[in-house]
Nanobody
Framework: QVQLVESGGGLVQPGGSLRLSCAASAIIFRFYSMGWYRQAPGKQRELVASIISGGSTNYADSVKGRFTISRDNAKNTVNLQMNSLKPEDTAIYYC???????????WGQGTQVTVSS
């Protein structure tokens, strides 16, 4: 029943842009906080950006001013617009859904983002 499906990953040159999308079920989209994490080879998974159902957002310091997370209510999707991409942004990006009561987490399969010349 619960499914998170990412799309939009790919290869982009430094300074370029990419838009990731995460399709969620209506229930997840309505009640869960949504976010994007990323994991590069040899590193632990880290939070990139998050957004709650009310619209408040939070960003990692490394992406502030470059990335924007948003919700599309008509499509039940969470998007991550990534601008001014750097090689260090290269990672697998995962969509994430979370609620605190009860504590529940769901993860997408991940989509590869590669920033390289």
């Amino acid at each position: 029943q619960v499914q998170l499906v990412e799309s939009g990953g790919g290869l982009v040159q430094p300074g370029g842009s990419l838009r990731l999308s995460c399709a969620a079920s209506a229930i997840i989209f309505r009640f869960y906080s949504m976010g994007w994490y990323r994991q590069a080879p040899g590193k632990q998974r880290e939070l990139v950006a998050s957004i709650i159902s009310g619209g408040s957002t939070n960003y990692a310091d490394s992406v502030k001013g470059r990335f924007t997370i948003s919700r599309d209510n008509a499509k039940n999707t969470v998007n991550l617009q990534m601008n001014s991409l750097k090689p260090e942004d290269t990672a697998i990006y995962y969509c994430h859904a979370h609620i605190s009561i009860p504590t529940t987490d769901y993860w997408g399969q991940g989509t590869q983002v590669t920033v390289s010349s």
